[in-house]
């Protein structure tokens, strides 16, 4: 299957990267390579580090990146060990980083990873198909008071409590092995009144799994002060979130690492903790309309900025 993935924010991820010529760029989560490739394409001496969990978007990325071969290189992990990773081949810091988290719509639209709640396919969902943990585990593993909170935070799903102990009943009798023996069950969960409103019924609860079986908000939570530890004096870091709650994680990281004074407000500070850099971004970047005509899926995204203190 073709790759197929229209990166979001395009012109502001570009300008808002503040690109240098012979600068160090990190992508975490390269994807396809769309924005990988508008990054490399302004380098000179410069050189990008792309980072991917998903070894077929690598091989995508590699040969749409394929003119830029020489300024770039291509990293198979998780973008949470890349700090790490960096630190290890020796690169002291970063002039930008970028992490466009979620899925591609590569992912989406391919049958066979089992992210779409559109196409029958076995329970899989991971980005890694290294990692141990699909969805068919989340789904016939998890207790039923695991899935109700997976569904209910990481879905925001009203029918949590109803739609895992659906889950439990059906799997007693025989193991749910495909997206559609899901679908069938949250159907079966959801008054029907409700199922022409919110988008389609499974949206949620498959959104709900992907990040668990991914560990994403982890992943994003323990990423984002080592990043910004590693940027250099004035390098920049740029997330691109598509649910509220990755969304909030960002939000608040940014805000502590600006100002992580912990003192009561108007007195001395005593607690020592200094600011880190400023946030860009005193509200999120969206899409704008023309962008939204061309790519619907760039509706929910959110960019966000901080840079480091000179
Ligand atoms: C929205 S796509 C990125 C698209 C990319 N910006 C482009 O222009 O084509 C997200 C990508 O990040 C990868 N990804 C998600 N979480 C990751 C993580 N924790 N570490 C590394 N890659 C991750 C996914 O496998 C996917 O390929």
């Known amino acids: 299957m073709e790759f197929k993935h229209v990166p979001v924010l395009f012109n502001e991820v570009t300008e808002g990267m503040n690109?240098?010529?012979?600068?160090?760029?990190?992508?975490?989560?390269?994807?396809?390579?769309?924005?990988?490739?508008?990054?490399?394409?302004?380098?000179?001496s410069g050189h990008l580090y792309c980072f991917d969990r998903d070894t077929e978007?690598?091989?995508?990325?590699?040969?749409?990146?394929?003119?830029?071969?020489?300024?770039?290189?291509?990293?198979?992990d998780n973008y949470a060990n890349a700090v790490s990773d960096l630190k290890e081949k020796g690169v002291a810091g970063a002039d930008g980083i970028l992490l466009d988290i979620g899925v591609s719509s590569y992912q989406l639209d391919n049958p066979e990873r089992g992210f779409s709640y559109n196409d029958d396919a076995p329970l899989d969902m991971r980005m890694n198909r290294e990692d141990p943990l699909s969805a068919y585990e989340v789904v016939n593993d998890y207790s039923e008071e695991e899935l109700t909170r997976i569904f209910?935070?990481?879905?925001?799903?009203?029918?949590?409590?109803?739609?895992?102990?659906?889950?439990?009943?059906?799997r007693a009798k025989a193991p749910l092995q495909s997206?559609?023996?899901?679908?069938?069950?949250?159907?079966?969960?959801i008054p029907a009144k409700m199922q022409s409103t919110g988008g389609h019924p499974s949206?949620?609860?498959?959104?709900?799994i992907r990040i668990e079986c991914n560990k994403e908000l982890d992943a994003l939570s323990d990423s984002i002060d080592g990043m910004i530890d590693f940027l250099n004096p004035g390098g920049r870091?740029?997330?691109?979130?598509?649910q509220s709650l990755e969304d909030r994680i960002v939000k608040n990281a940014f805000r502590t690492a600006e100002n992580p004074c912990t003192c009561p407000k108007g007195l001395p500070c005593v607690c020592?903790?200094?600011s880190k850099g400023r946030v860009v971004?005193?509200?999120?970047?969206?899409?704008?309309?023309?962008?939204?005509?061309?790519?619907?899926?760039?509706?929910?995204?959110?960019?966000?900025?901080?840079?480091k203190k000179n």
């Open 203 to 208: 949206k949620r609860v498959f959104q709900a």
């Open 179 to 189: 997206t559609f023996d899901l679908n069938e069950v949250i159907r079966a969960s």
């Open 272 to 274: 020592g903790k200094v």
């Open 57 to 76: 978007a690598l091989k995508a990325a590699g040969e749409h990146l394929a003119p830029y071969a020489e300024k770039i290189s291509f990293i198979h």
């Open 237 to 242: 870091l740029l997330i691109i979130s598509f």
């Open 152 to 170: 209910r935070e990481y879905g925001e799903e009203r029918f949590a409590s109803r739609i895992a102990a659906n889950i439990v009943k059906k």
């Open 281 to 307: 971004t005193r509200h999120p970047l969206t899409a704008k309309e023309e962008e939204l005509e061309m790519n619907k899926r760039s509706k929910p995204a959110k960019l966000r900025i901080f840079e």
């Open 19 to 44: 690109i240098k010529p012979d600068g160090i760029y990190v992508d975490g989560t390269t994807g396809g390579g769309g924005h990988s490739g508008a990054i490399a394409e302004r380098l000179i």
